[in-house]
């Protein structure tokens, strides 16, 4: 079934007038966890998957990409994204992350791109791991002329976890939840942000 924002974000991709009866609603802002880097990494680009050219992280590749828009549908020329995660075993680059599962030296595991002429961005990195208590997901810190910085996650669509993660279930109703979990096929996800 397709959504009233699946069909908002349509008509805003076709560059069809949207009114202000039929705003969009901004994303859903959650928290950015404890694990914002403390140390950025040498390379922060829109390409996590290798660093400086050197032997590619372990994990299934995705690419992630959309457009980031305001509430009456135009594009965000120039916002910045921010995108940061677990690596493939469930581990951030991230001081205060203790767990036992390994580091992986090869993944950058924060990029920062900024929006085109359309408002589009896109990261190629790898599908995070899950850790104790939390679904797969990425992070995103989004902004962009007259926006305040925002925080966001984005959820991967069919899997079991998001029905018992405490962030993804405190999502107010299934709109919100659609707004934030993404179908990837062919390991590419379409994740569309509405600042507002």
Known sequence: MISRRQIVLGAAASGLPINAASA????????????YPDILPRESDADLVSIAGGPPAAGAVIVVEGRVLGTDGRPVVGASLELWQANAYGRYSHSAD???????????????????????????????????????HLHFYATGPGFERTPMQMYFAGNPGNEVDFLWRSLTGPAARDAVTVNFEGGTGTFDIVLG
């Open 24 to 35: 969009l609603v901004p994303t859903p802002q959650q928290t950015p966890g404890p694990f």
């Open 98 to 136: 203790r767990s036992n599962v390994p580091l992986d030296p090869n993944f950058q595991g924060y990029g920062v791109v900024r929006t085109d002429a359309d408002g589009r961005y896109r990261f190629r990195t790898i599908q995070p791991g899950a850790y104790t208590g939390r679904t797969q």
